[in-house]
């Protein structure tokens, strides 16, 4: 049946997680499965602290050859502690303990030829949350994200281009504001490369970053091998995005970066390697930023 279950553990300079899986892929014989998860989480986000635990329970199913579905039952308890004094007014006004009750749902059509390195394909989908004290939590929000992918290939060597465009939106209501656990962050090797994590959003008179409630991101990719058989290819990268705070309006008015890369399919998993910076904004901010990535395909 290919049952899975599975104890994973990370440890970093910013993040603490420790997760306990078990999956079914099949259940009762039928084109569903199944994933429960427990976890618990620390992660500075420098403008606070946030210690998380929870539990998920996850159905996924496929409804044909290129669509794919998952539904998932969320329940965490969220501490948030160590607000930085420069933060904004939102994010000191959450200082404390609350809690997320809802659901998380996505719907992805994927027509890439293979996943991990293709050459020709889509990836279209939308992502939801909605978290609601009805539940038994103490947070009512909901949030959208559309996420748009086209890789296609170029009549010369293998290279080929990808772009990818993202955008997010949440919000609040029965007069919560909306929870900064769920907020985007902007800027860093998944969103905006060339920029520090969440420094191309919302940010502290330090520097720090805040994040927001909106986000607008576009990734342009010039893929090319450079060790075809090792499946170790080079990126050309430029990224036009955003974060917005709420009391910000959604404008095209994007942060630009622009930089290199390195990818592996390695024995164990992608890696990716990015060199880049800010080509826009005040001199000062526009220095190299170089960021490692293990496990993750962009």
Request: proline share 5%.
């Amino acid at each position: 049946r290919g049952y899975l279950a599975r104890i994973r553990g990370q440890v970093g300079g910013r993040r603490t997680l420790g997760t306990i899986t078990f999956r079914n892929p099949a259940i009762f014989d039928t084109l569903t499965s199944g994933q429960a998860d427990l976890f618990s989480s620390r992660t500075n986000y420098l403008t606070y602290l946030e210690k998380k635990q929870g539990a998920n329970l996850t159905f996924g199913r496929g409804f044909s050859e290129f669509l794919t579905g998952t539904f998932t039952l969320v329940a965490e308890k969220i501490r948030i502690t160590d607000v930085d004094s420069n933060a904004n007014t939102l994010i000191q006004n959450q200082e404390g303990t609350q809690s997320t009750t809802g659901f998380r749902a996505s719907l992805f059509r994927d027509s890439r030829d293979y996943y991990l390195d293709p050459r020709r394909g889509t990836r279209v989908g939308v992502i939801t949350s909605f978290g609601t004290d009805a539940l038994g939590g103490t947070n009512n929000f909901y949030s959208v994200s559309l996420d748009a992918l086209k890789f296609t290939p170029l009549p010369f060597w293998d290279f080929r281009h990808s772009i990818r465009g993202r955008f997010g939106y949440g919000d609040g209501f029965n007069g919560s504001e909306f929870p900064i656990p769920e907020f985007f962050y902007v800027g860093g090797i998944n969103t905006v490369r060339g920029f520090k994590y969440g420094r191309a959003g919302p940010v502290t008179s330090s520097n720090d970053p805040e994040g927001g409630n909106k986000q607008i991101i576009i990734n342009n990719d010039l893929i090319f091998p450079l060790l075809p058989d090792a499946k170790l290819n080079g990126v050309l990268f430029f990224d036009y995005g955003k974060g917005f705070s709420q009391d910000k309006n959604l404008s095209l008015d994007l942060r630009m970066a622009a930089g290199m890369e390195v990818r592996w399919i390695s024995p164990f998993g992608p890696l990716r390697a990015a060199y880049g910076r800010p080509i826009d904004g005040p001199k000062d901010d526009r220095k190299w930023v170089f960021e490692f990535s293990v496990g993750s395909v962009f």
